[in-house]
């Protein structure tokens, strides 16, 4: 599918004309053409990337084929640069899809198999406020890569709310069967938003540099605010990340002290017992002189003697906290 929007001196004057019309617009002067191509044909794709524009035949090889990392290429005529747009919810997991862009003097033309969000709300903004002047490329250009990271958003929202219920659940004494398996879902969805931001604030900084001839110095702030909050995303993520793992030290340093208390409850009955296994071991051995055993007293004595020392040893654990 091909739309396309026609700017001239600025101001936009038609939607989606002919493509076999394209290539003598783009040469009108104070022309401006935004071509988009959603899941084309391998005819479209032709027409418009060969035929209509002459982009270089890398470019073109590249825009065809999926590219799993961001890339950034200037030729002569045009820059050839690829994104990375994020779609996420809890139900599923991180994936990402593929936006190709070519920027020229007077065009700029957008390659996408998959339907992507931020195109749509680029689009839909334009043709709703026509009046709106747009005075070169380099702006759709960045309108797009605006709309990409701030559909971070509600994803990073979700990890956070994620994030919070694990703490809470460490907080709670959560059972280890249900935490384990979050605590490592939440690990590896962390490290996939790190692997996919990245490299998209690397290519965002080279662009916001100014030494893109294709990119106006008025652009140039903009896109450094762009690369900005993509490294405030990078590290937001990061400190997740450290979070959680500090989350799961206190959750092990509580499961084992909770371990050792129970250790210790052991302990402490184990040692009250030992009086009555001395005395009663010591008691039932057959000797054939023993006073005690004659006394008429002799087992209220051992009584006595097994109940004085499990009381004495009682008082000690106490106060040592042992029971």
């Not at 991180?94 to 007077?106: A, H, I, P, V, Y």
């Not at 989350?247 to 409850?265: C, D, E, P, W």
């Not at 087992?299 to 000690?316: D, E, I, Q, S, W």
Request: contains cysteine; glycine residues 4%.
């Amino acid at each position: 599918m091909i739309t396309t929007l026609v700017y001239r001196d600025t101001r936009f004057v038609a939607a989606n004309p002919p493509p076999d019309t394209l290539a003598a617009l783009r040469l009108e002067p104070n022309v401006m053409l935004w071509v988009d191509l959603a899941n084309p044909t391998a005819e479209e794709a032709k027409l418009i990337l060969e035929s209509t524009f002459g982009f270089h035949p890398l470019a073109i090889e590249d825009c065809l084929s999926d590219s799993p990392l961001p890339k950034l290429e200037e030729y002569d005529d045009h820059l050839y640069l690829v994104m990375h747009a994020v779609d996420y919810s809890r139900a599923d997991k991180f994936s990402t899809t593929e936006l190709d862009l070519f920027l020229g003097r007077n065009f700029i033309v957008t390659f996408h198999r998959q339907p992507l969000k931020p195109v749509q709300a680029a689009l839909d903004r334009y043709l709703k406020s026509p009046a709106v002047a747009v005075r070169g490329p380099d702006r759709f250009a960045h309108v797009l890569l605006d709309l990409m990271v701030e559909a971070y958003k509600p994803a990073l929202d979700e990890l956070r709310q994620e994030l919070d219920q694990i703490e809470n659940g460490v907080m709670r004494e959560m059972d280890s069967r249900e935490l384990f398996p979050r605590v490592i879902a939440l690990r590896k969805e962390l490290s996939t938003l790190r692997q996919i931001v990245r490299p998209q604030r690397e290519i965002a900084t080279v662009l916001s540099q100014g030494k893109i001839r294709l990119i106006r110095p008025i652009i140039v702030p903009y896109l450094r605010d762009l690369a900005e909050e993509l490294s405030r995303i990078e590290a937001q993520v990061y400190s997740w990340a450290d979070q959680l793992i500090l989350s799961f030290r206190v959750y092990l340093n509580k499961s084992g002290h909770a371990a050792s208390q129970g250790i210790k409850v052991l302990t402490a009955l184990t040692a009250l017992t030992l009086p009555v296994f001395i005395i009663g071991g010591w008691y039932g051995m057959n000797f054939s002189n023993m006073r005690e055993t004659a006394s008429p007293f002799g087992y209220l004595v051992a009584f006595a003697l097994t109940a004085a020392a499990m009381l004495c040893l009682f008082v000690m654990l106490r106060r040592k906290r042992w029971l």
